[in-house]
Every structure is written in structure tokens, then in C-alpha cells.
């Protein structure tokens, strides 16, 4: 007989993409490593060490709303975010840590309260949305205050995932960008959170820059209507999350520089900047928390030129994830990088497609952000330009949503050259979906 009680915890697997053959000289190598988590009863020793309990991955989540006074402009607003924090409490697991938290200038607990966090059952979930009446705006917006309260609850209990849901719909005014920005760091790492911006006053770096940071999902609900059905994806799209704090660790031989390592799909994430040693040439690339899923790396590196006919191990990349004693347990996936010099021009001049596609697609996010710089600083000449290699890249990649998004922003003339007028008025928040999902990506075609 099955026994239901054990996690169903995700088996990791790993390939590798590349062209591994460099001509005389040739130092940069390139690869797209995709990792795949699969779930399933297979239940290996692993398991039994990640979750000690036997009782699946234990959770904890803080649903952070802004209660600022413009949250009342229109009512809809406020409306609409009780009704999401609602639906996303009905989609809470049995079992689950939760905490509501109010946010102005200050943060304030409005569920459970007393500094702790309630345990969803039928019971707790009714009174989390009794008090969700509570929910009322005036004041301001310090959202670093929001994240510090969030992080001491979801740290009050030994749990394997910690989750935030932050939704705001203005300007962090009441904070500097420094305090914000310290906050992320001493977050980072601690939970996972992902951020909304709801209606046109918010800022999108700031919210998508707390997503980055604190490795979540970043979004626009232009309409409060359409919060509950986004929140109830976010929190069964959290509950699904089983093994937390992921790394990729990437080991490079002597002589060998890591030039970048990026998440390429589902969207563009540089990981170069936050790597922690991991002993003698290895680092470890935070990834978060993973559920059944799949994501694509770019690992670049610099390697010592070799003579024809050598060839080396470039990288070696490893999954891990800490455990409760303080140990870090390798998750069984590996995928090996390697460099083999030879003076075959086709060979060498080759590019893998994997490699071709999400270079594209980096490309893809960073033109379009550039163009819409341009675009709010007045140069409508660079804009066009910029916003017109995105047309191209969409279009040849086959990126058909962000495609979407770029003719609400650009008349299209030929999607083939990038041919593209800009449009005389676009609506904000058409500009601003455009500049959220910016870092959205597609994968390779088969």
C-alpha cells in the first residue's frame, strides 16, 4: 500500500548545451544548462534527509498589502485586495505557517497578531478573513518596513520554505533607496517573495526589483478585478515549492574565470554577482525554492588556451541545498562543461542553438528596457531603434507575448527587419506590462 504521509520530493536532473569545439587561441566557452525537477512518489535517501518529519515540506508564508492612502483611489483598489488576500488564504495547505501584514509607513499585523503565525486550518482561515475587514488606507509607503516584519515572522518557526506575496500600488516614499535596498540584503536568502504592482502609480523597478532580489516573480495587475485569480496562482504555485534554497554550484579547474551565470528561462535573472564560495574553485548561484519545473542557465566561462587537439573540463555544475544541521546536501544532478581546441573551421565556428537562442532573448529584455528609457527621456529616434531590434528578436525567436506587448507600444512595420513606428499615445499601463514582463523568456524550439 502506498504510503501518502512522505513527500513527494522532486528528483533533479541536468543537461547540458553547448559547442564544445574552440579554434586555435579560442578562450570563451558557452553553455545552456537546463535543470529539470520532476516529482512522484520516488522517494530516495535524499528525501528522508531533507524532510526529517516525513510529512512533506513544511511551509510558512506572510501576504504582505499595501494599505497606503492611495490604495482608496479608486475603492476598487482596497476591494480588490481583500478579495486576493482572501483567495489566497483559501489556497493555503493545511498545515501552513500564515501571517497577514498591513503596510504604510509602518507595518502592522493584522493576522494573527502578537508576533507570531497562525496555522491554516478551517478555522484560522475564517478568522484570517474576518480580519481581513480590518484592512482600511491612510498613510504612506515604506516597504523595506513590510519585508523586516515579514522576515522575523517567517523566521519564528522551523520551517523548509518561507514565502512572501507583497502587493503595493504606489511609490516607496516614505523610505530612502538605500534603506530599501539594505533591507533586500539582509532578506535575501531568508524567503522567497514575489511582488505586484496594482494599478499605474507604482514604480516597476522597485517591484521588480524587489522580486530579483529576493528571487520571486514580478507582475502588473492593472486591474483590481484580477487580483484574486493572481493571488490564488501565486499561493498554489507556492505551495507547490518543495526543496527551498537551491544552488547551483559551478566548479572551474585552475586558470579558468567565470564570466557570468545567468537564469535564461523562465526569465532573465543575472546570478554573476551573488555568488558565495563553496571551497577550492567553486561557487554556489542562489535559485531559489523549486517545485516540479524546469529552468535554463547560462554559464559562461574564460578558459587557458590549449593546442590543437587538447581538451579540457571547462566547468562542472552540481545542485545542492542546505540542510537543517548545517550541512549542504548534494541534490544528484551534475552537468559537465567542456573545451576541445581544433583547427575544423565549420566545428569550431558553430553555435550551439541553445546558446544562440538565450543570448537573443538577453538581448530581447535589455533592448526593450533600454528603448523605454529612451522613450520616457524624450530621444524617439533611439527608442525606435531599440524597440525595433525587440520587435525582431520576438518575432525570430518565436517570444509571440512579448511580440504582444511590443505592438501595443510600437506600430510594426515589418517584424522581419524591426521596421517599427512608435505610437503617438500608449496607454501607461500598457508601457508599464511591457517593462514588468520585459524579462520574460521562451524556451528553445524544438
Known amino acids: 500500500m502506498a504510503n501518502f504521509s512522505k513527500p513527494h520530493v522532486p528528483q533533479f536532473a541536468m543537461d547540458v548545451y553547448q559547442n564544445e569545439y574552440l579554434p586555435e587561441g579560442g578562450r570563451e566557452v558557452n553553455a545552456i544548462v537546463t535543470v529539470t525537477a520532476t516529482g512522484g512518489g520516488t522517494i530516495g535517501s535524499a528525501a528522508s534527509r531533507l524532510y526529517p518529519k516525513g510529512h512533506g515540506p513544511s511551509a510558512a508564508v506572510a501576504v504582505m498589502v499595501d494599505c ?39 507595518a502592522k499585523e493584522v493576522y494573527p497578531g502578537g508576533g507570531r503565525l497562525a496555522v491554516a486550518d478551517a478555522g484560522t482561515r475564517a478568522q484570517a478573513k474576518q480580519a481581513l475587514r480590518q484592512l482600511g488606507a491612510g498613510g504612506g509607503t515604506a516597504i523595506g518596513t513590510w519585508l523586516r516584519l515579514a522576515d522575523r515572522l517567517l523566521n519564528s518557526v522551523d520551517v523548509t520554505i518561507r514565502h512572501g506575496i507583497l502587493l503595493t500600488d504606489g511609490r516607496n516614499e516614505h523610505e530612502s533607496p538605500q534603506d530599501l535596498k539594505a533591507t533586500l540584503d539582509a532578506c535575501a536568502g531568508r524567503f522567497t517573495c514575489d511582488a505586484r504592482g496594482v494599478g499605474t502609480d507604482w514604480e516597476v ?8 532580489a529576493l528571487l520571486g516573480t514580478a507582475d502588473i495587475v492593472a486591474d483590481p478585478a484580477h487580483l484574486a485569480a493572481d493571488f490564488t496562482a501565486m499561493m498554489e504555485t507556492a505551495m507547490g515549492k518543495e526543496v527551498a534554497d537551491v544552488s547551483l554550484r559551478v566548479w572551474t579547474p585552475v586558470g579558468t574565470t567565470i564570466r557570468f551565470v545567468k537564469q535564461v528561462a523562465p526569465t532573465v535573472e543575472d546570478l554573476t554577482g551573488r555568488r558565495t564560495e563553496a571551497g577550492p574553485r567553486a561557487g554556489d548561484y542562489p535559485t531559489g525554492s523549486w517545485g516540479d519545473e524546469s529552468r535554463d542557465y547560462h554559464v559562461c566561462v574564460e578558459v587557458p588556451p590549449a593546442g590543437l587537439g587538447q581538451e579540457m573540463l571547462a566547468a562542472r555544475v552540481s545542485l545542492v541545498a542546505p540542510q537543517p544541521d548545517g550541512s549542504v546536501q548534494n541534490l544528484g544532478a551534475q552537468g559537465l562543461v567542456r573545451a576541445v581546441w581544433t583547427d575544423d573551421m565549420a ?17 530581447l529584455a535589455q533592448v526593450i528596457q533600454q528603448g523605454l528609457t529612451l522613450r520616457k527621456a524624450g530621444d524617439f529616434d533611439g527608442a525606435t531603434a531599440k524597440l525595433g531590434r525587440a520587435v525582431q528578436l520576438a518575432n525570430a525567436s518565436g517570444n509571440a507575448d512579448t511580440a504582444k506587448l511590443l505592438a501595443k507600444v510600437v506600430d ?15 496607454a501607461e499601463a500598457d508601457e508599464m506590462t511591457l517593462e514588468t514582463r520585459s524579462t520574460k523568456t521562451v524556451r528553445v524550439k524544438k
Do not use: C, N, W
Open 205 to 212: 523597478k522597485e517591484v521588480t526589483g524587489i522580486a530579483s
Open 412 to 426: 510594426v512595420v515589418d517584424a522581419a527587419t524591426g521596421t517599427v513606428r512608435l505610437k503617438t499615445k500608449v
Open 68 to 106: 497606503s492612502g492611495s490604495m482608496d483611489y479608486p475603492p476598487a483598489k482596497m476591494r480588490g485586495a481583500r478579495d486576493a488576500t482572501a483567495a489566497a488564504i483559501d489556497a493555503l495547505r493545511d498545515g501552513t505557517h500564515f501571517a497577514v501584514i498591513g503596510g504604510t509607513h509602518v
Open 347 to 363: 566545428a569550431s565556428t558553430s553555435i550551439s542553438p541553445q546558446v544562440a537562442h538565450y543570448t537573443g532573448q538577453a538581448e
